[in-house]
Structure formats: structure tokens, C-alpha cells
């Protein structure tokens, strides 16, 4: 078990290579700043809980949706890294070119269900959005929550068709 | 399509997947969506997408993982395993093999404030491998204790397996802690045991020091305050009912961060690497429930778990042989894939099957924490043997000179241990339920 790109993981050299990189790089920054906003605020509200006062509103669905949105800006640098670990034990005996060439279909599986979960979790959006269905303590405008995890979800099936360029491109050399 | 059929197509295609590299996650996903389709049509399995990504990403309970592993990432970066390490080198260090034993106890202790095998192998490497080697330690008893000392970055709580089982099979995350902690003790001395009968037979392998004067000790002591501080805070909050685990694992992260501020241990730069360090694990774990919970979505639609509990129970077999081969069954298991993986796979196919069975005539809740830390223990087994062993392949990245076969033989000495101890917790699961009565 490994990543599959783990030893792809070197810089990039064409251009939009580059900006999923640094796209991907940026939005777990992103991601890693949310979750301790969602750290911090709950601390915040621990510590006047404790001391019997007021603790802030509805802090649960701000952790939820904050959540929500902070896995989908992890993921696209996870695969980049080759984080999504494959089993690797039954083809050590290959190749490297067939493994390479395996590990390129399975990247393209991979952008395919991503692909799928983000297009459905708009789909869901939407309907939420005319639904109008909000949040239980806040009334937050559940299709936000939905709406703001397809960018990262996007992005993460984009970085997985490049490492499956990538994985391809070894094949052939 | 009976149930027999469909669970072995499923399982099945699964398998060939991952024999064929794709990522786990997606070798879950694909036939359980395939699956929902065929039993629910296509309407119901598009309807199931459109929330299957918020539901599992905004679990409350999940959020408790990317912050241990960020509470994990900045104690990492932050560099309390030095201190950690030269604290418990001035207590066990003049013993022969004093310095191996000070590593294991310096893991043990990372290990409250961190919930990753690999991370607390690697982190105590860095620190400790250099240390080793200047006092002419044998390669293979340094890299070997390493290795095995980074499992207990999983056994001494927090845990993020255990809390993915706790999460799992909908038990209470802070009880299953507190049933980890004697079973993380015990495998810390029995390591230390391990270690002192290697060196009883080969003095030459781990040179002594000398005895430390009880002001050096307590000057290490003194230097060590942050784990202790963040420790205390994080689970004398859990248990003293201030706030839940997830609440506690804010805390932890924010601990840890102010903590290495403070020591002026961490930089922009620094911060930057334990975002990108957390987006990996943490991004893996995601993916993985997502993929599981579609196969599952597709498994409890065709009730084959429930099935499975029954058949199982109805075999007539004893009990507790059938949890002795499912022990077997994770040992294998652990040959070829991570720990993570492992539970989330299994546990929704044979938790049930566990409760179903009478096991020492345990209660529901005190079976179902016996056997989450019974299980944490066998796959934390497969971090270290062959050919798998993700420790020692990251412990061996770390020190070059040391061929990995000389780690795989350092390591049967601790295989041998942790197999003792598996079976010590098999036959008395008070072990691990005392403190947890003791609580409640």
C-alpha cells in the first residue's frame, strides 16, 4: 500500500500543470486556515460555556458546514500527493510500465466518481437552494454549504486526470 | 440475485480492483454504486449522491480526525519530540538499552498528543535515530524500536482508528480512549521488556550511559510542560465532561499550535507545512468513507450484513473461535493493506456479527469497546511486519545505512510482545474495560 504518484510527485512543467498545483496547493492552505477557524471558534465558545455564560450560537452548524467545505479544499493536494492510497502488494512483480499504466486508469476512476459526487452535490444545491431549507439554530442557507464544496471537488477530479497524465507519460518513458 | 451471489460479485469486484491499483476509496465506490443501482434503479442512486458528499463531509463526529491529525501535525512541526525524548532518556537512559527504552516511552508520550502511527515513528526518528547511532547503538535494534514505538502514536489515545471504529459502529469516543490507555501502557512496557532481553543477550548492541542526577531530571522534566499541558487540558475536558471529543480535539490543536508559538518552534513556513501534512491524511480518510459508505449504502439495501450476523451465529461454532480467526483474518489483512482502510472496510460487515456472538458474556457497549481496542492492536501489528510494514519503510527512508531486512529481524522481538499482549487482551478483557468501569 503507497501512493500511487508518490515518486510522480515532482514538479510540474507544463503550464496547467502548474495551475493545479498551485491551485491545489492553495486551496488545502485554505482548507488547513478553515480548520483552525473551526478550532479557534471552538474554543471560543468552550470557554464562556465553562464559566456558564453564553456560548456562541449555534456552534455545531458552523462546525458541520465549515467541515464540509474544508474536506473538499484537502483533497485535490491529497491526490496530488498520491495520498489516496492503492493496494500495491499483488503488483510488485509487474513492470513499472504496467504498474504505471494501472495506476493511470485507476487516477481516471478516481476523477470519474469525483467528477459524479461533485456534479450530483450541485444538482443538490440547487434543489436545496429552491427548497429553501436552511439550517436548524442559524438558518443558514443549507445550498451554500452544498454550493461551496464543488470548486474543490472540481479541482480534485482536475488533479486527478493530471496525475493520470502523469502516471501515463512514465509509462511511456 | 440471491444475497450470497450478489455480496461475492460485489466483493468480488471490489477485490480485482484494488488488486489492479485503483485507490481504495474508488475500488469501494464503484461497486456500490453499481450495486444501488441494480437493486434501487438509477433515480434513487443519483438522489443518494446529491447529499452523500455533505452528509459524510459535515458528520460532526468526523470532524473530531482532521483535528487530531492537525493537533498531530503541529506537535510534529513543533518540535516537542526532543524534549520528550530527553525527558524520558534521563529517567530510563543509564538501564542497558537505556536510550531504545527512552524512545519507546518518548513515543508513548508523543502518542497523547498525537494520533498517527507513521507520524510519531517518523517524528521520534528525526529525533532520537542520530542519538542512537553517535552511542553506537546497533542499527537494527535503533531503527527496529523506532518502528514498533510509532504504533503507539495509535495505542495511547488519541487514536484516529479508533476514533473511525468509534465513529463506525456509533459508540462513545471518549470511552473507547479511556479502554485504550492501560492496553498503550502495557505495550509500552512490554516493549521495554523486549528490549532489555535483546540487550541481556547482546550487550554489544546498546552501549550504556550514566545515571543522570535528580536536577538534570527535573530540568528535562520542566521542558516537556507543553504535552503535559495540552494533555491534561484535552482529556481532563473530555472526561470531566467540559466538552465532547471533537470539542476536545479544537482545543488539542489550538494547544499545540499556541504551544509551539510560544517556544518560537514554529513559522509561517512551518504552519504552512502542517495544513499541507493534514490535507494528505486527512483528505485519504474522506475519501475512503465516501467510498465505503456507498458500498455499504449498497450492502444494507441487500441486508447482507444482517445476514451474514445471523449465519454467523447460527454455525454453531464457538464464539470465541470465530473471533480468534477474525483476529487471524486482520493479521492477514494487515499483509497487504493500511490500517485505516482495514476498519473502515470491515467493521460495517463484521461488527454485527460480533454483537451477535457471546463473547465472555459481555454486555453490548463492553463488547463493542473490548473488541474496537482488540482490533486496534492486530491491525497496528501490520504496520510493522512484512511486507507491508508502512513504519519501517518510513523509518527506513530516514536512516539509509540500515538495510530494511536488519528492521524486519529487529522487529520479531516486539512482534513477539504485541502477540502476547493480543492474546493477553483476548482472554481478559478487563484489561481494557477496568478503567472505563472505573469511570461510569
Known amino acids: 500500500m503507497s501512493g500511487a504518484e508518490s515518486e510522480a510527485a515532482s514538479s510540474p512543467r507544463s503550464a496547467p500543470a502548474q495551475a493545479i498545483y498551485v491551485l491545489a496547493a492553495g486551496a488545502a492552505l485554505l482548507g488547513g486556515a478553515l480548520l483552525s477557524a473551526i478550532a479557534l471558534m471552538s474554543v471560543a465558545s468552550i470557554v464562556p460555556r465553562s464559566l456558564g455564560l453564553q456560548p456562541i450560537q449555534g456552534d455545531f452548524e458552523l462546525v458541520q ?3 464540509a467545505i474544508c474536506v473538499t479544499l484537502l483533497l485535490p493536494w491529497c491526490q496530488l500527493q498520491g495520498g489516496n492510497i492503492i493496494v500495491d502488494f499483488f503488483t510488485t512483480w509487474m513492470r513499472k510500465r504496467w504498474q504505471r499504466r494501472l495506476d493511470a486508469l485507476g487516477s481516471v476512476l478516481f476523477a470519474g466518481v469525483i467528477a459524479l459526487v461533485a456534479w450530483r452535490t450541485g444538482v443538490g444545491a440547487a434543489s436545496l437552494k429552491s427548497a429553501g431549507e436552511t439550517t436548524m439554530l442559524l438558518g443558514f442557507p443549507l445550498w451554500i454549504g ?14 486527478a486526470l493530471y496525475s493520470a497524465a502523469l502516471a501515463w507519460d512514465e509509462a511511456r518513458r | 440475485m440471491n444475497n450470497v451471489s450478489f455480496g461475492i460479485a460485489v466483493f468480488g469486484s471490489m477485490l480485482t480492483l484494488m488488486v489492479l491499483r485503483a485507490p481504495i476509496s474508488v475500488s469501494m465506490f464503484l461497486p456500490g454504486a453499481v450495486a444501488y443501482w441494480y437493486i434501487a434503479g438509477d433515480n434513487a442512486l443519483l438522489n ?11 458528520f460532526y463526529d468526523l470532524s473530531v480526525i482532521p483535528l487530531f491529525i492537525l493537533m498531530g501535525q503541529f506537535a510534529t512541526h513543533g518540535g516537542l519530540s526532543r524534549a520528550l525524548f530527553n525527558f524520558a532518556n534521563a529517567f530510563v537512559g543509564h538501564f542497558r538499552g537505556g536510550m531504545a527504552m527512552a524512545a519507546i516511552v518518548a513515543c508513548a508520550l508523543f502518542g497523547a498528543v498525537c494520533g498517527s502511527s507513521v507520524a510519531t515513528a517518523a517524528t521520534l526518528a528525526q529525533v532520537a535515530l542520530p542519538e542512537m547511532r553517535r552511542l553506537n547503538y546497533s542499527g537494527r535494534l535503533a531503527t527496529a524500536t523506532l518502528a514498533v514505538g510509532g504504533t503507539l502514536g ?18 462513545n469516543i471518549a470511552k473507547l480512549f479511556l479502554a485504550a490507555f492501560i492496553p498503550g501502557i502495557i505495550a509500552t512496557i512490554g516493549y521495554c521488556i523486549a528490549i532489555a532481553i535483546v540487550v541481556a543477550r547482546r550487550p554489544d548492541l546498546a552501549p550504556a550511559q550514566p545515571r543522570r542526577t535528580g536536577a538534570e531530571r527535573w530540568k528535562t522534566f520542566i521542558e516537556i510542560w507543553p504535552v503535559v499541558a495540552v494533555f491534561v487540558l484535552v482529556f481532563g475536558g473530555i472526561y470531566g465532561g467540559l466538552f465532547t471529543p471533537t470539542e476536545g480535539a479544537a482545543v488539542g490543536a489550538a494547544g499545540t499550535l499556541i504551544a509551539a508559538l510560544i517556544r518560537h518552534e514554529l513559522d509561517l513556513k512551518g504552519i504552512a507545512q502542517c495544513f499541507l501534512g493534514t490535507a494528505v491524511t486527512s483528505g485519504m480518510i474522506f475519501m475512503v468513507f465516501l467510498g465505503a459508505d456507498m458500498l455499504n ?7 447482507m450484513p444482517a445476514q451474514l450476523a445471523e449465519w454467523v451465529t447460527h454455525l454453531g461454532w464457538p464464539p470465541l473461535a470465530i473471533l480468534a480467526g477474525l483476529i487471524v483474518l486482520y493479521i492477514i489483512m494487515g499483509f497487504f493493506m493500511d490500517e485505516l482502510s482495514t476498519v473502515i472496510l470491515t467493521i460495517p460487515v463484521i461488527f454485527p456479527a460480533i454483537m ?4 465472555w458474556g459481555l454486555g453490548l457497549t463492553d463488547k463493542a469497546i473490548w473488541f474496537g481496542i482488540l482490533m486496534l492492536m492486530v491491525v497496528e501489528i501490520g504496520l510493522i511486519h512484512p511486507p507491508v510494514g508502512l513504519n519501517v519503510y518510513v523509518i527506513n527512508s530516514l536512516a539509509r545505512d540500515v538495510p530494511m531486512m536488519e528492521t524486519f529481524k529487529g522487529v520479531i522481538p516486539f512482534l513477539i510482545s504485541d502477540f502476547l499482549r493480543v492474546i493477553l487482551l483476548f482472554l481478559f478483557p478487563v484489561i481494557s474495560l477496568f478503567l472505563v468501569r472505573l469511570v461510569s
Not at chain 1, 452544498?146 to 488533479?159: D, E, N
Not at chain 2, 449504502?297 to 441486508?303: E, I, K, V, W
Not at chain 2, 451477535?356 to 463473547?359: G, K, P, Q, R, V
Open chain 1, 65 to 67: 458546514v465549515g467541515l
Open chain 1, 146 to 159: 452544498y454550493a461551496a464544496m464543488t470548486p474543490g471537488l472540481a479541482l480534485t477530479s482536475a488533479a
Open chain 2, 48 to 58: 443518494y449522491l446529491k447529499g452523500a458528499a455533505y452528509a459524510r463531509f459535515s
Open chain 2, 154 to 171: 495509535i495505542l495511547i489515545p488519541p487514536s484516529v482508528p479508533l476514533v473511525v471504529y468509534a465513529i463506525l459502529t456509533e459508540q
Open chain 2, 297 to 303: 449504502g449498497a450492502l444494507a439495501l441487500s441486508q
Open chain 2, 356 to 359: 451477535a456472538l457471546d463473547l
